[in-house]
């Protein structure tokens, strides 16, 4: 028996920070301080590369999803109303 583990018979999409940060519309650097801070969706070294597999970027994306605003308990800072006493 070979002690190598089998390959996946098909394999994951892996996207460079560019890639998701253009496919999320967020900078690269906010990508890099969810890293640092653990925040975003869970990456992989390749090297001395930062890659996301697609599979956890919409695994991630599905744990965020909002239904509704109160989920936030606040209205995001784009979407206040006028009137709110913000500018």
Excluded: I, K
């Amino acid at each position: 028996m070979s002690s190598r583990a089998a390959l996946p018979t098909e394999l994951c999409v892996l996207m460079t920070p560019g890639d998701l940060s253009e496919y999320l519309g967020v900078p690269t650097g906010t990508l890099a301080n969810w890293r640092y801070q653990r925040r975003g969706p869970v990456f992989v070294h390749v090297g001395r590369h930062v890659r996301y597999r697609s599979e956890d970027v919409a695994r991630w994306l599905g744990s965020h999803t909002a239904d509704s605003v109160a989920s936030h308990g606040r209205w995001p800072a784009n979407l206040r109303r006028l009137g709110d006493g913000e500018e």
